[in-house]
C-alpha cells in the first residue's frame, strides 16, 4: 500500500509558495530585470539594490514556508492530540462499556431479584391465602364450637333442671321410703308380744303375729286394704336375715343367700285382707328355722353360739300398687319398710316379737 502523506492542503500551498519564491531568487538572481533601476532601501543606513518582484516573491515564498511549518506543527500536534484524545476516548469507552457491563449485570440481577420478589411475592399471596382460608374455617369450626357449647349449655341446664327435679323427687321418695311407718300397734300386750301391725303411709298395712299349725309354729303375715280403692298387686320381701351376737351385744350379717320375695297380682278390695302365708317358721322336722313359706331361704343359726335363746332381726318390705280408671299403668303405693325383731326360744319353741323401734 502507498504511503499516506501527512502534509494537509494548507501546509501543501505553504510548502508549493515557498519553492516558488527560492525559484524565484536564484533565477532573478541571475537574469535581473532592470539593472539601471534597482530598489533602494537606504532607510536602514545603507543603500541595498534589489528588485522588487524578487523581494515579493521572497516574501510569498517566506510566508509559504511559514504556513507550511505552522500547518505540519499543528497537523503534527493535532495528530499527537489526536492520538491521545484517541486514547482517552477508548480508554472511556472501555469504562462506558464496563458501565454498560454493570449495568446490564445490575439490570439482570434487578431482573432476577425483580422475578424472584414476583415469586416471593406470588408464594405470599398464595400462603396468605392459605393462612385466611385456614383462619376462616378455624374461625367456623369456633363458632360452631361455640354454637355446640350454648347449645349444650342450653342443654345442662335443662338436664340440672330435670336432675334437680328427680332429686326433689327421689328425696321425697326416699323419705317416703325410709321414715318409720305411720303407726304399729300391739294389740294383746298380755300375749306377750304376739301380734304387730305395721301401716305405710298411703293406708294399707300388715298383721303379724304367732301362730301354730300341725306341728309348725313361727309368725304369720296378712295384707290389709284400708283404702277406699282397691289394690291390685302386693309384694312381702324379707331382704336378710341378721343373728344376735349376746357377748357383743350387736347382730351379725345377714345368713340369707338370697331374698325371699313373694309377689302376688291379688286384688284386694277396699277393708279386704289377703290370705294369710308364714312369714318366719320353725318345722318340726328341720332343725333351723325358715323365712318364708319356701323351703329354699334357710336362718341358719352359727353353730359356735350355744345360746338358746336365738333373737333375729330380719329387713322386711312391702309393697303395694293401684290402678286408676282408663289407665294400663299401676301406680305404686308408699311402700312399708320395717326392721323387725324377734326371738325364738330353742327349749319351749316359742316366738316373741319385739316392738319396732
Not at 501543501?12 to 535581473?32: C, K, N
Not at 323419705?175 to 293406708?203: A, C, E, H, M, W
Request: charged share 20%; aromatic share 6%; net charge neutral.
Amino acid at each position: 500500500m502507498a504511503s499516506q502523506s501527512h502534509w494537509s492542503p494548507p501546509a501543501t500551498i505553504g510548502v508549493a509558495l515557498a519553492t516558488i519564491g527560492v525559484g524565484s531568487q536564484i533565477y532573478f538572481g541571475l537574469y535581473p530585470t532592470d539593472p539601471a533601476h534597482p530598489v533602494k532601501l537606504d532607510f536602514l543606513f545603507w543603500s541595498i539594490t534589489i528588485r522588487v518582484w524578487p523581494v515579493v516573491i521572497s516574501l510569498l515564498g517566506i510566508t509559504g514556508a511559514a504556513i507550511a511549518l505552522v500547518c505540519n506543527g499543528l497537523k503534527r500536534a493535532s495528530g499527537s492530540l489526536s492520538i491521545q484524545g484517541q486514547q482517552e476516548i477508548a480508554s472511556q469507552e472501555n469504562e462506558i462499556n464496563k458501565l454498560a457491563l454493570e449495568l446490564a449485570a445490575s439490570e439482570n440481577a434487578l431482573l432476577k431479584n425483580d422475578a424472584t420478589s414476583k415469586a416471593l411475592l406470588q408464594q405470599r399471596d398464595v400462603e396468605i391465602l392459605r393462612l385466611s382460608s385456614q383462619i376462616a374455617d378455624l374461625q367456623t369450626e369456633v363458632n360452631s364450637q361455640k354454637t355446640s357449647i350454648l347449645h349444650s349449655e342450653q342443654k345442662n341446664l335443662a338436664l340440672k333442671d330435670e336432675r334437680d327435679k328427680f332429686e326433689a323427687e327421689r328425696d321425697r321418695l326416699l323419705g317416703r321410703l325410709t321414715k318409720p311407718p305411720k303407726s304399729y300397734v300391739n294389740d294383746d300386750l298380755s300375749f306377750s308380744g304376739g301380734r304387730l301391725i305395721v301401716s305405710s303411709q298411703d293406708d294399707f298395712a300388715v298383721r303379724i303375729e304367732r301362730h301354730q299349725d300341725a306341728g309348725i309354729k313361727g309368725l304369720l303375715i296378712t295384707f290389709l286394704n284400708n283404702r277406699s280403692g282397691a289394690i291390685v298387686s302386693h309384694t312381702i320381701t324379707i331382704h336378710n336375715a341378721q343373728s344376735f351376737d349376746a357377748r357383743l351385744k350387736q347382730f351379725r350379717t345377714g345368713i340369707l343367700r338370697t331374698a325371699f320375695v313373694d309377689k302376688r297380682s291379688q286384688r284386694i278390695e277396699p277393708s279386704f285382707t289377703s290370705g294369710s302365708m308364714w312369714l318366719v317358721r320353725k318345722d318340726a322336722s328341720r332343725a333351723t328355722l325358715m323365712a318364708g313359706n319356701s323351703s329354699q331361704h334357710e336362718m341358719e343359726w352359727p353353730p359356735l353360739d350355744a345360746s338358746a335363746q336365738q333373737r333375729w332381726l330380719i329387713s322386711l318390705r312391702v309393697e303395694a300398687s293401684i290402678r286408676p280408671l282408663n289407665n294400663n299403668q299401676d301406680i305404686g303405693l308408699a311402700p312399708i319398710v320395717a326392721p323387725l325383731v324377734f326371738t325364738w326360744d330353742k327349749n319351749l319353741d316359742e316366738f316373741t316379737m319385739e316392738p319396732l323401734p
